[in-house]
């Protein structure tokens, strides 16, 4: 079964806006194409410029659910795809050979009494103590899904083969059950902070799209989206000094969430002019390491306490 996520790039821009999330034309023609082709979006770029915020905006506008995995260093199959409830098939297991023992006629012999391996087996591999994960569920789902597989990076490399089953056909073989393949395919979104380089096997599975900072006159259209209230002249100062910290050799350079909560900060306190001391009281809602407020201190020549 399949869904029109989007109509056109135009559309796709439109309902992205309404949804909160201002996309620009290689954005809003990319995340079409996804949903057009049928094909998962690898959105790659530095940390804190929306590629999370892409996926969840794509459910937001078409009505989606949203599953995510989150992948981090020393994820594997259980965690990401799916695995068995040993502590219920063990309940089961023991369950079934106090029956046994307990049964007419019991002889005290369990060897006659018990059930036989094989039909225990069968048993206590079954849906009832199947435990599934974002892939395994966002793949056996018949309602419209986004899935999000964010930060892939993270992740070791020998966790990529557990994606390619799914990115290929959509489907997750499970030995003891079969291969359960989709009946609607998910709306599929990986994102990369880029601290390593994915396989070409994954890439050559996906469309791409890098995403970066954006430019000036965008980010100040997304502050005045997403903090209401927020006079112009507040917002170009801003703007302009994120753009300044952005050029520094920081530990973690201001991400579009971060500038919002800067310009958030500076509503809360009535500040009306980005000043130099302005700037230093506030810093911390924007630097979140010592070592980069230190570096800001002295590039922008801000007044030491």
């Not at 690898?42 to 915020?53: D, I, Q, Y």
């Amino acid at each position: 079964m399949s869904m029109t996520w989007f109509d056109s790039p135009t559309d796709a821009t439109a309902r992205l806006g309404a949804a909160g999330y201002l996309a620009d034309a290689a954005t809003a023609t990319t995340t079409f194409l996804a949903g057009a082709l049928e094909k998962p979006l690898l959105l790659e770029g530095p940390a804190g410029v929306g590629k999370t915020e892409l996926a969840k905006a794509v459910s937001r506008a078409t009505g989606a659910e949203l599953v995510r995995l989150q992948c981090y260093e020393g994820l594997d199959e259980a965690r990401a795809l799916y695995e068995w409830n040993y502590k219920k098939q063990l309940l089961a297991i023991q369950a079934s050979g106090a029956e046994a023992q307990a049964g007419p006629g019991s002889t005290g012999d369990g060897d006659h009494q018990s059930r036989p391996w094989e039909d225990l087996d069968r048993s206590i591999f079954t849906e009832e103590f199947l435990l599934t994960r974002p892939l395994l569920t966002a793949i056996r789902r018949d309602e419209p899904t986004v899935l999000l597989i964010d930060e892939v990076d993270k992740t070791d490399i020998e966790v990529e083969g557990l994606l390619l089953e799914v990115l290929s056909d959509f489907q997750v073989t499970i030995p003891e059950l079969g291969t359960v393949a989709a009946t609607r395919r998910p709306y599929v979104v990986l994102t990369s902070n880029a601290s390593r380089e994915l396989s070409e096997a994954v890439k050559r599975r996906c469309l791409y799209l890098h995403i970066d900072y954006p430019d000036a006159a965008r980010e100040r259209q997304i502050l005045q989206q997403q903090v209401p209230g927020l006079d112009d002249r507040i917002a170009e100062q801003l703007v302009a000094t994120v753009g300044r910290l952005r050029e520094l050799e920081l530990k973690k350079a201001p991400s579009i969430a971060e500038s919002v909560d800067w310009a958030r900060t500076l509503i809360a306190l009535e500040i009306r002019e980005l000043d130099e001391k302005a700037i230093k009281d506030t810093l911390g809602a924007v630097l979140k390491h010592q070592s980069d407020h230190e570096r800001a201190v002295k590039e922008l020549k801000l007044a030491r306490s």
